[in-house]
């Protein structure tokens, strides 16, 4: 079946570290990939997607690109804040199919 | 002006009991969604009404009803609740069944006693 992989958390970094956070997708056909992020207390919030391979996503210094070849769709952000502080959840969904696929989730904590 | 509201926000309960959490979108949306987080945060749909109409419906309990009156509400409605169900309850809604482009309430968490 569908499903996505993130990759295990807490992960931890200084203030304007380099951050990624791998995400693998199993799928048959072609998925829309999508970054959510959740700030402590929230709900999600979308923060980037991508629909179809090569495509790169962006959002607040944060990027990720649809790789077809080795089924990834990392999240990355040259220079980490405090602020950034959060869940990082990788989802999938396909266009006909409608259900949105999380991966686990990964925790991020940026210390100033 | 919120645009996927919940209520309550907080609810602690007995086991055995019955409770609903409400959700409402402002949004014009045409689906909503119920989604489940324990307590390592992995998120499970629930269920997905479209248009008022039951669209998916995972493996939960009998004891979990939604209900849609309209298409800006999807209530959820738990009964002889168990210890098990203690969870955050997300709502969401988008703009059709198709995209994964969905727009979160603050959820709703329930502690079962």
């Known amino acids: 079946g569908n499903s996505v992989t993130q990759m295990e958390g807490p992960v931890t970094l200084s203030e304007e570290a380099f951050l990624t956070i791998n995400c693998t997708y199993t799928?048959?056909?072609?998925?829309?990939l999508f970054w959510y992020v959740q700030y402590p207390g929230e709900g999600l919030q979308l923060l980037l997607k991508?629909?179809?391979?090569?495509d790169k996503g962006s959002n607040k210094g944060f990027e990720a690109t649809y790789r077809k070849e080795t089924t990834s769709f990392h999240l990355e952000k040259g220079s980490v804040q405090v602020s950034d502080s959060a869940v990082y959840f990788c989802a999938l969904v396909y266009n006909q199919g409608g259900k949105l696929i999380f991966g686990q989730g990964t925790e991020l904590s940026v210390k100033p | 002006d919120t645009a996927v509201s919940q209520t309550p926000k907080y609810l602690v309960t007995q086991m055995g009991n019955d409770k609903s959490i409400k959700c409402e979108q402002n949004l014009g949306h045409d689906t909503m969604y119920w989604y489940k987080q324990d307590s390592k945060k992995f998120l499970k749909i629930m269920f997905s009404y479209n248009n008022k109409e039951l669209i998916i419906n995972e493996t939960v309990p009998n004891r979990f009803s939604p209900k849609s009156p309209d298409k800006a509400h999807l209530n959820l409605h738990i009964n002889s609740l168990e210890l098990g169900d203690s969870a955050v309850y997300f709502c969401?809604?988008?703009?059709?069944?198709?995209?994964?482009?969905?727009?979160f309430g603050e959820g709703s968490r329930l502690t079962v006693l």
């Open positions: 969401a809604s988008s703009h059709d069944s198709h995209t994964g482009e969905l727009f």
């Open positions: 799928a048959t056909g072609y998925p829309s």
């Open positions: 991508a629909t179809k391979a090569d």
